[in-house]
């Protein structure tokens, strides 16, 4: 049996706290493996993972561009209701239950994967695809645990044929193009904080904070492969408060609101501020604080150190419905982006606040909303800064298209593994300051908390179950 000490002695950061390793082959490359290929035009063939919720709609966002073949699709409940649309719309598409026989038995079928999956199991479609050569674009938040995000970059830059993509669709959007402009052009500088907000109701709200342990016991779905959505994490028994979205309320699982909103939030600022990852980070509020699930409110602060010419930045997160940040003189309305995708999260848009940012720099502060949409100037100085603001290039491809042209060859995918890995780190972060409750303090350098030996287990989480170990070898 592998324990905690041995798991976190093999990654490499239990004893100096250095960091990782080159990431080696995970092992002998697996039968019908091959390296990734430009596609030169062709339809891209893609192979699905996770086909119903979030899944169903990356399918159609996909099927949209007319630029790709669907030769497989894998889902672990292929008898649900949530699956019959896509399993409809592709009947001649191979079928699979575990996406490592998929990889195993039919890699040679498709050039790419997209991944629509709950959070614990990311990591390791992910580190499969690149070992088998195959592009992918991977749900956001990148990975559950630090760890797992330092393994996938290193991973990646040892692929450098294999194309990467996470789905903050945000990042090919207006916001994106939009910041660096702005930033080129000296409109956004000296940034010293930034509010970040979500304060629609989550599932978890429902739950009671002081259970003792986790639901099980529930009957499985005819034909669901448990096994398989479990993957990597530790055995529990099935209950249906872990599947249909509600695996993104607990620890072992999901990453609550921050990993499924920050990405769309501060995608942008944490790229072109250069933020990367932070030496405070500290629970400053909660409500609801439990072993369990995510608080039902919190506020997170991650302090980050002065960056070239850059000063040092907070970004303070709040979440919960009852837990909104202070706002500027002359903010305004709270506009809602309507391009925001619907989910099964219920994500209702909010009458006092909305998801977005708040950016405050030495001479001017900024809102926004969250995923594309575009920034605005308020307070005093708006008005004299029209006409100092530069023109915004609008986006050659959204985030699909980019996706498939770079499978092509012919564009770079925005959001790739090697940049949005250091924010699913911050998130990573967040998440273990959340669970413990306390004020930690990081070390970028070493990538280790240094107060709080406890906190470094967790940036490598639960050793991974028997059979999943390859996927972390160093």
């Known amino acids: 049996m592998t324990t905690r000490r041995d798991f976190l002695k093999q990654m490499g950061v239990a004893a100096a706290g250095l960091g990782l390793a080159p990431l080696g082959s995970l092992a002998a490359r697996p039968a019908g493996a091959n390296n990734a290929k430009d596609a030169k035009g062709d339809k891209v063939k893609i192979a699905f993972i996770g086909i119903g919720n979030r899944g169903e709609q990356n399918v159609g966002e996909f099927e949209r561009t007319g630029m790709i073949e669907v030769t497989a699709l894998c889902d672990v409940d292929l008898k649900g209701k949530q699956s019959q649309k896509v399993l409809g719309k592709y009947p001649k598409a191979k079928l ?33 695809a690149l070992e088998y050569g195959k592009h992918i674009y991977l749900e956001k938040p990148m990975t559950r645990t630090f760890i797992e995000a330092e393994l996938l970059m290193q991973k990646a830059r040892s692929c450098p044929n294999v194309v990467t993509q996470v789905g903050n669709q945000g990042h090919s959007e207006a916001n994106y193009f939009q910041f660096k402009a702005w930033q080129e052009a000296g409109i956004i500088k000296d940034v010293t904080a930034i509010t970040a907000h979500m304060n629609n109701p989550r599932r978890w709200h429902s739950f009671d904070s002081k259970m003792y342990r986790l639901p099980s016991g529930d009957t499985l779905p005819d034909g669901m492969n448990w ?102 003189k002359g903010y305004g309305k709270s506009e809602y982006n309507p391009d925001i995708p619907a989910s099964n999260q219920g994500d209702t848009p909010v009458a006092n606040l909305n998801p977005g940012k708040i950016i405050y720099s030495r001479d001017l502060i900024f809102k926004g909303s969250s995923h594309g949409s575009t920034l605005s100037i308020i307070g005093d100085k708006a008005e004299e800064m029209k006409s100092r603001l530069p023109e915004v290039p609008k986006s050659p491809s959204n985030h699909y298209v980019n996706f498939l042209r770079a499978c092509q060859g012919t564009e770079k995918t925005r959001s790739p593994f090697e940049i949005n890995g250091v924010l699913s780190q911050v998130f990573c972060l967040g998440v273990i300051a959340q669970r413990l409750n306390t004020q930690l303090f990081f070390d970028p350098r070493t990538k280790q908390f240094t107060n ?22 160093m």
């Open 227 to 328: 096994d398989a959505w479990l993957g990597v994490c530790p055995w529990h028994d099935y209950s249906a408060k872990f599947h249909q979205g509600d695996w993104r309320c607990w620890y072992d699982f999901g990453m609550g609101a921050l990993g499924d909103w920050g990405a769309h939030i501060l995608d942008t600022a944490h790229e072109f501020l250069n933020l990367g990852l932070p030496y405070e980070v500290s629970l400053t509020y909660e409500k609801g604080h439990n072993d369990f699930f995510f608080p039902y409110s919190s506020t997170i602060l991650f302090r980050f150190g002065a960056r070239g010419n850059m000063p040092p930045c907070d970004v303070t997160w709040y979440d919960g419905i009852d837990n909104l940040p202070q706002l500027p």
């Open 96 to 128: 699979f239950t575990d996406y490592r026989e998929m990889f195993e038995k039919y890699s040679q079928n498709f050039d790419a994967v997209v991944a629509s999956t709950p959070d614990h199991s990311h990591f390791p479609i992910a580190m499969l």
């Open 452 to 473: 709080n030996a406890f906190a470094n287990s967790l940036l490598a989480g639960m050793p991974p179950r028997k059979g999943w170990e390859f996927l972390y070898k």
